[in-house]
C-alpha cells in the first residue's frame, strides 16, 4: 500500500511537471506561431514543411528509437549512456552529410533552389539531438521533469525571441529556419546547465548491442510512423503548391499545438512508469486505462471545442489569409482526438519489451494508411482529400492497437471504445451549446470568448450531472495534491 502511494505521489508529480514544461513550451509555440503567420506567407511554412520532413525522418535514428532503450533498460548507468551518445553521435553526423550532398537533388525535385541552403543549415539540428536525446533519456529516467521544466521554458523563449525578431527585419523564411534551430540549441544548453551529464570517453560493444536489441525495432517502427506521417506532406509539396501545403500544415499543426500538451504530457511519463511495472500485467492495465481515460477526457472539449470555433478564431488569430487552413484543422481535431487510446497502448507495449509488436501493428497499419493516399490522390486528387485519408487511416490504427492492447495488455477493446466514446457524447451536447452563441456579438473576439466559457461551462455541468468518473477523479486527485502542498 506504501509502496502503491508512493508510485501514485510520483507520477502526479511527474504529470504536473511535464504538463507545466508542455504547456509552457506550446503557450509559448502558439503564441510565436500567430506572430510570424501573421508576419509571414504560407508558402514559407510550406517550404519549411517539406524541409522538415526530411529532418524528422533523421531523427528518429536519434530521438525516437535508440535512446528509448535507456529508459525501458531498468538500472541503466553512465556507461549506458555515453555508449548509446557516441553510437547517436557519429550515426547523426552521416546523415548531416548525407543532407549535405543531396540538397542540390532535392532542390531540383522540388523546383525550388532556396532549398539547398536551408536543407543544409537546418540540418545541424541532428547532431544537435545527439546530445539533446540523451538528456531526455536522464530526465525519463530520474523523472527529473522540474528541472527539465525550466530548462525547456527558457530555451523556448529565446528561439521564440530570435524567430520573431528575425521576421520584423523581414527575414522570410528564414525567421523560420532561426527559430527552428535555435530552439533544439538553447534546449539542449539549458539542459546541460541543469542535468549536468556531460559525455565521457566510454564506449561499450556489449552494452550497444543490449540497447540496439530493443531499438532497432522502434527505429523501424519510428521510420514508418514518421515516413507516413510525412507521406502526405512530401505528396501536397510535389503536387500541389507550397501556398497550398503552408494551408494544410497550418491546419495539423494548429490541433497538434493544443492536444499534445495532454497527450504528450501523460505518454512522457507513462513509459517510464509502465517500464517499472512490467512484470505487474493488472497494474500495468490498470495504469494504460486510466491513463487512456484522464486523457481522452481533457481532449476531447479542447479539440471538439476548436473544431467548432475554428473559423472565427481563424480569422481572428490569423487574419484572412489563412482562411483556407480551417478544412483541414477541423479534419485533424477529429484525427487527434483519437490519439489517447493508441498513445497509452503503445506505450504499455512498449513498457512490456515488446517493440515487435509495436513494429508489426505500425507495418499493417501504414500499409493501409499508403493505400488510403494512392486512393485519394488518383480518384479525387485534391488536399482536402488526403487529409481525409489520414482520418480514415487514423481510425484503422485505432483497431489494430486496440485489438493488439486487448490480447498482450489485458485492456478490453470494448472498455478502450467506451473510454472514448463517453467524453465524446458530452463533447458533441457541449458543441450544440457553443453554436447557440456564436453570433452573441459583432465583435469577433467577444463572440470566441464567449463560446469557450460557453462550451467549458457546458462539459463541467454535463460531468457533474451524469457522475462522469474522470470529472471525480481529477478533482480527487486536484485536492489531494493540494492537501500534500499545503502539509509541505
Known amino acids: 500500500m506504501i509502496e502503491e502511494r508512493n508510485v501514485r505521489k510520483t507520477v502526479l508529480s511527474g504529470l504536473f511537471w511535464v504538463y507545466c514544461e508542455t504547456m509552457a513550451a506550446q503557450v509559448m509555440t502558439f ?10 506567407e504560407p508558402g514559407h511554412y510550406g517550404i519549411i514543411a517539406i524541409v522538415n520532413v526530411f529532418i524528422n525522418i533523421a531523427n528518429v535514428f536519434v530521438t525516437s528509437s535508440f535512446s528509448l532503450s535507456l529508459v525501458q533498460k531498468k538500472n541503466t548507468d553512465d556507461l549506458d549512456c555515453n555508449t548509446m551518445f557516441w553510437f547517436n553521435l557519429v550515426l547523426s553526423v552521416i546523415l548531416y552529410f548525407m543532407f549535405f550532398i543531396f540538397a542540390p537533388f532535392i532542390a531540383e525535385y522540388y523546383e525550388n533552389t532556396s532549398l539547398i541552403r536551408i536543407i543544409r543549415i537546418l540540418s545541424l539540428r541532428i547532431p544537435l539531438s545527439a546530445y539533446n536525446s540523451i538528456q531526455q533519456a536522464i ?17 523556448t523563449f529565446f528561439s521564440a525571441a530570435a524567430g520573431i525578431f528575425a521576421a520584423f527585419f523581414n527575414a522570410g523564411v528564414w525567421a523560420l529556419v532561426i527559430q527552428n534551430l535555435s530552439s533544439i540549441v538553447c534546449n539542449t544548453l539549458f539542459l546541460m546547465a541543469v542535468i549536468r551529464w556531460h559525455p565521457k570517453c566510454m564506449f561499450s560493444l556489449v552494452r550497444l548491442k543490449s540497447l540496439l536489441g530493443f531499438g532497432w525495432k522502434l527505429l523501424l517502427t519510428g521510420l514508418l510512423f514518421t515516413g507516413y506521417s510525412e507521406l502526405r506532406t512530401l505528396v501536397i509539396g510535389k503536387r500541389f503548391s507550397t501556398k497550398e501545403l503552408g494551408y494544410y500544415d497550418k491546419g495539423y499543426t494548429f490541433p497538434k499545438v493544443i492536444a499534445s500538451n495532454i497527450d504528450a504530457t501523460i505518454t512522457k511519463v507513462l513509459f517510464p512508469t509502465l517500464s517499472q511495472s512490467q512484470d505487474k500485467r493488472k497494474r500495468l492495465c490498470e495504469m494504460a486505462r486510466r491513463a487512456a481515460k484522464t486523457s481522452a477526457y481533457l481532449m476531447t472539449p479542447v479539440l471538439f471545442g ?7 478564431l481563424v480569422k481572428l488569430l490569423l487574419t484572412e489569409k489563412w482562411i483556407p487552413c480551417v478544412p483541414y484543422l477541423k479534419i485533424m481535431c477529429l484525427v487527434w482526438w ?3 487510446t ?3 497502448s503503445i506505450q504499455a507495449i512498449k513498457a512490456i519489451g515488446r517493440s515487435d509488436l509495436y513494429l508489426y501493428v505500425e507495418i499493417i497499419s501504414k500499409t493501409i494508411g499508403v493505400i488510403l493516399i494512392i486512393f485519394s490522390v488518383k480518384i479525387y486528387d485534391s488536399v482536402y482529400a488526403i487529409a481525409i485519408s489520414m482520418f480514415i487511416g487514423q481510425m484503422f490504427a485505432v483497431i489494430l492497437y486496440g485489438w493488439i492492447s486487448s490480447k498482450y495488455i489485458g485492456y478490453r477493446f470494448r472498455d478502450q471504445l467506451a473510454d472514448l466514446m463517453l467524453p465524446a457524447m458530452l463533447g458533441v451536447i457541449m458543441c450544440f451549446g457553443v453554436k447557440l452563441v456564436e453570433n452573441i456579438s459583432e465583435i469577433l473576439w467577444v463572440c470566441i470568448l464567449v463560446q469557450i466559457v460557453t462550451g467549458a461551462f457546458f462539459y463541467i455541468l454535463l460531468s457533474f450531472l451524469f457522475k462522469v468518473e474522470e470529472f471525480q477523479y481529477l478533482l480527487k486527485t486536484g485536492y ?5 502542498k499545503c502539509k509541505d
Do not use: D
Open 480 to 484: 489531494t495534491l493540494w492537501r500534500e
Open 31 to 40: 503564441a510565436v506561431s500567430i506572430i510570424l503567420a501573421r508576419l509571414l
Open 342 to 344: 493508441q498513445s497509452c
Open 139 to 155: 530526465v525519463s529516467n530520474h523523472l527529473a521533469f522540474r528541472k527539465s521544466f525550466y530548462a525547456t521554458s527558457i530555451g
Open 306 to 312: 476548436l473544431a467548432t470555433i475554428s473559423f472565427p
Open 338 to 340: 483519437m490519439q489517447p
